[in-house]
């Protein structure tokens, strides 16, 4: 069925270098798009999102791209710090859904020291 | 701070028992949504309110109940809770606005709740 996934769900990467979290939707007709982080114990926290009339969007330190043509969202993260660490999600409007998130199930990133 | 305040923060309940869990937020937001995350699953809607009065059913309303009676208040009712709704419970709330553009949602910290 349609749905919002991660390719991978564990990302480590040496503190300093630039991190890249992918994720595939499925359903041409999404027109918003949003990446959360979560922290251990926390709710999900908002870090960039993108409307489907852009194919790139950037934010302090983060990049957002989508490409349309293979329904394909990433987030960069430049200079990753230890305090990235976390899980991330990405998440899709449906113009039908009446703006009903669709989570894919996450991508922990690991920030070594 | 403005944001939204989710209680209890965690609850250790007895099968068969009723339980409302509360959630308020202060931005003034017209939409609302309660969520549960259980491990490899992601968030999954549960129940949402597009504006005070109403309400509609998510991915899995089942077992759950939800009012709207006003703006700030979104309070989820499980009125006899079985052990698979052991989860992580999350209230969010957004600005939307028919044919306008989407924002965002902001989200509280979770009600972590256990049915044994």
């Known amino acids: 069925g349609e749905s919002v996934g991660l390719h991978l769900p564990t990302l480590s990467v040496q503190e300093g270098d630039n991190s890249i979290i992918n994720c595939a939707y499925s359903n041409s007709a999404s027109d918003y798009f949003i990446w959360y982080k979560q922290e251990s114990g926390k709710g999900p926290q908002f870090i960039i999102d993108?409307?489907?009339?852009?194919d790139k969007r950037q934010g302090q330190r983060v990049t957002v791209l989508l490409n349309k043509t293979v329904k394909h969202l990433s987030l960069q993260i430049a200079a990753t710090q230890p305090g990235d660490s976390a899980v991330y999600f990405c998440?899709?409007?449906?113009?039908?859904?009446?703006?009903?998130?669709?989570f894919g199930s996450g991508t922990r990133l690991l920030v070594r020291p | 701070i403005a944001g939204i305040t989710q209680a209890p923060t965690s609850q250790i309940l007895a099968a068969g028992r009723r339980m409302t869990l509360r959630c308020t937020q202060d931005?003034?937001?017209?939409?609302m949504y309660w969520y549960r995350q259980d491990l490899g699953l992601g968030l999954r809607l549960i129940h949402y309110s597009n504006t005070a009065g109403t309400t509609g059913k998510g991915e899995v309303p089942d077992g759950y109940s939800v009012s709207r009676a006003n703006t700030d208040d979104f309070p989820l009712t499980l009125a006899s809770a079985v052990p698979s709704q052991t989860s992580v419970y999350f209230c969010a709330s957004s600005d939307w606005r028919t044919g306008e553009d989407n924002q965002p949602q902001h989200f509280g910290d979770g009600t972590r709740l256990s049915i044994l």
């Open positions: 998440a899709e409007i449906r113009m039908d859904s009446s703006y009903k998130l669709i």
């Open positions: 993108i409307r489907s009339n852009m």
């Open positions: 931005m003034r937001h017209n939409a």
